[in-house]
């Protein structure tokens, strides 16, 4: 027995050598800080992102669909971030561009304080979201080349781990702040968390050399990559419900008696996405997209038809766990892809991805707004559960089938 041990034991070692072979080589101390850095800054995004819609209703006075405009345009300005700034990483490297991100994100946090109308609200928060944009683009672009290529599936799982766990940290706090003192602290503590990453930028190491060739600025292969574009599609339809989950959680939960729940529903979300992610970076290198892909849109569908008729607390908290292993996977997952259908030379190109990705979170909010006075959120959130099953056949006839051969 101890003769027939042996061969297993040897080859469970050899197994947990190269799993920690691998977390070495991925925690370098630039991917400790630009995760870092992520982390509080999507933290901040996150607080005020889901306060949005509650605040413009509040204060201004504004619609259902224009509040949850106020969330969409921070996406949307994400979204102009990342465009712009394909381009401008190749020629000016991902350093100043990060620099230069976080600045711009911080002065735009400190406009929140002399702004005092509606019109201006909708500016300030795009130019919040242009700033995220930025640096979002920066960072997985550092994330990139600094994880060494056999590695990406798991290394880019672990990095967009500081992702979800800003967004169960950041709806949570914010819910909580607005609660028990005032949107100005909040606003202060966004402004707080900027300068820290600025600080924190600092602790930066020298990073690789970015491999490039300047393009013009008015050809648009120099922001995006046609190669990425056709599988970013199914991003854009699949974020379309996950924008309305985000915009419209508060004024959900309120209506449905379920607010203390809601608080919880983003950190039940991220502790699945925290378990999950490194399961499915790791499959992801070892058996490809599809056995990712296939499961986490058929759960997100699922999690939006147990939020469409959630009366109870238990199930609008079962609605995050299965968003979690749904959606949480499915953003990380595609980031992957994204990497892998371009060159290195291209890899700030292959944040086109998320373009398509911010484009879908900023469009729901206001596409599908107007339903709720029609059909309520749970016509409004089942219907979004077909749109993500659509969004699977979409993703097999553009890309899963190629995948599978």
């Not at 979690?324 to 991805?353: I, K, P």
């Amino acid at each position: 027995m101890p003769a027939q041990r042996r061969p297993q034991i040897r080859k469970d070692t050899d197994q947990t050598q190269r799993g920690l072979q691998a977390l070495r080589s991925i925690f370098s101390r630039n991917f400790t800080v630009v995760s870092l850095i992520n982390l509080l800054l999507m933290t901040a995004y996150y607080l005020m992102f889901v306060t949005s819609t509650g605040y413009a209703r509040t204060t201004y006075g504004a619609s259902l669909s224009t509040a949850g405009l106020t969330a969409g345009i921070m996406v949307i300005g994400c979204l102009v971030g990342r465009f712009a700034t394909g381009n401008l990483l190749s020629l000016l490297g991902c350093r100043t561009i990060l620099l230069a991100g976080l600045l711009f994100y911080s002065a735009s946090i400190a406009a929140f304080f002399w702004v005092p109308s509606l019109a201006l609200l909708f500016v300030q928060r795009l130019c919040m979201g242009i700033g995220v944009g930025i640096i979002g683009t920066a960072t997985g672009t550092i994330v990139a080349y600094v994880v060494p290529h056999e590695h990406h599936g798991l290394g880019i799982s672990l990095f967009s781990m500081s992702t979800a766990l800003a967004l169960a940290l950041g709806p949570f706090l914010g819910i909580q702040i607005v609660a028990r003192t005032s949107y100005a602290v909040l606003a202060q503590t966004c402004l707080g968390i900027g300068l820290a990453c600025i600080a924190i930028f600092f602790i930066m190491g020298r990073l690789p050399e970015m491999r490039h060739r300047r393009r013009p600025f008015l050809d648009l292969y120099s922001y995006i990559d046609p190669r990425v574009v056709r599988f970013s599609l199914v991003a854009l339809i699949t974020c379309l419900s996950y924008g309305c989950i985000q915009a419209f959680m508060t004024s959900y939960a309120a209506e449905r008696g379920l607010t203390a729940a809601a608080s919880f529903f983003f950190l039940l979300y991220a502790l699945v996405a925290l378990l999950t992610r490194p399961i499915s970076g790791r499959l992801f290198d070892l058996r490809g997209e599809n056995v990712i892909f296939h499961p986490a849109l058929l759960l997100t569908a699922l999690s939006l038809t147990l939020l469409a008729h959630a009366q109870h607390s238990a199930v609008l908290l079962l609605s995050g766990l299965v968003l979690g292993a749904g959606f949480g996977n499915f953003q990380s997952a595609g980031q992957a892809v994204s990497l892998s259908l371009v060159s290195r030379s291209r890899f700030a190109q292959a944040t086109t991805f998320y373009i398509f990705f911010d484009l879908g979170i900023g469009l729901g909010p206001y596409l599908f707004g107007f339903m709720v006075p029609v059909m309520g959120y749970t016509g409004m959130y089942q219907s979004l559960a077909f749109v993500v099953l659509g969004a699977l056949a979409v993703y097999y006839l553009l890309h899963g089938r190629r995948a599978a051969l």
